[in-house]
């Protein structure tokens, strides 16, 4: 029998941010990435985990089991992920990829107490991206819009992929059928990125940000990254005064679809009671 089950919160703005809930023992909540939906993105790490944590997978808002709101700013995402955490009332890991580890880290530096430990997988800074890297992302970017204005989601989706995703990614995610699902959202992200190029609050670029971050934190990247995102990890690892950087051997940008195994047993190692505070 399944033990699968839901878990809600309604924010300030009465928006309800949603999310499936899987196994037993320590919570942790995970915040998934720019293209897809907590369900999806961690999928493949779920059955290595839930026989010692409670994984919780909400959704951003406009997606998976949370419902639509037009404000998708840094801001605002970053308190539903806050009201979340707070409303398990127990203390709780928390573990974010690629724009979710973005926002995880934002969380870790606007309410501590509700944190026991921070695991942020490829968080990007982006006031580190060179003009290429720039160039790269907004290609990507004007990719996916002029495909979703054709109305082919699942190719504007895997356009953008093509920024951060290595060719081994690319495939995987094809073969799993991730674009199908991701291309679902990309009208939704063509907005958020919209409204995150117009932010100017706190966010991860700010060394201010990472200071104030007591949470044990281990910042995670792929060995076989791209420079930028190596770099970036570095960066928060270097100013959380309580981080450390960790590279997952043989992965990319996508390590929790193409090495779960392996990310499994780094995230399990780092939350598991008797090593927290290591």
Request: aromatic share 8%.
């Amino acid at each position: 029998m399944s033990d699968r089950r839901t878990h809600y919160v309604t924010t300030t703005d009465g928006v309800s941010i949603g999310g499936t809930v899987h196994g037993q023992g320590h919570p942790l909540v995970f915040v998934h990435g720019m293209l897809a939906d907590g369900d999806t993105d961690w999928q493949a790490l779920l059955p290595r985990l839930t026989g010692q944590f409670t994984c919780y997978l909400p959704s951003y808002r406009g997606r998976g089991l949370s419902g639509d709101h037009h404000d998708l700013s840094p801001g605002r995402m970053v308190d539903d992920i806050l009201a979340y955490v707070e409303s398990i009332e127990a203390p709780t890991g928390l573990v974010g990829w690629s724009s979710g580890a973005y926002l995880a880290v934002t969380v870790a530096a606007t309410q501590a107490d509700a944190l026991d430990a921070v695991a942020p997988i490829e968080p990007g800074v982006l006031s580190l991206m060179d003009e290429q890297e720039q160039a790269v992302f907004g290609g990507a970017a004007v990719r996916m819009g002029q495909l979703a204005a054709e109305g082919k989601l699942a190719a504007a989706a895997r356009a953008f992929a093509g920024w951060p995703f290595n060719d081994e990614e690319i495939t995987m995610a094809e073969d799993a059928g991730y674009f199908d699902v991701a291309g679902r959202y990309v009208p939704t992200l063509l907005s958020l990125l919209q409204q995150w190029g117009e932010y100017d609050g706190p966010t991860p670029d700010d060394p201010a940000v990472l200071g104030a971050i007591s949470a044990p934190m281990l910042v995670l990247h792929g060995a076989d990254t791209t420079p930028f995102l190596t770099t970036s990890a570095r960066h928060v690892a270097d100013r959380v005064p309580s981080a450390r950087v960790h590279a997952i051997p043989g992965a990319g940008h996508a390590a929790l679809l193409t090495h779960p195994e392996a990310l499994a047993e780094t995230l399990s190692g780092f939350f598991a009671p008797a090593r927290r505070s290591v």
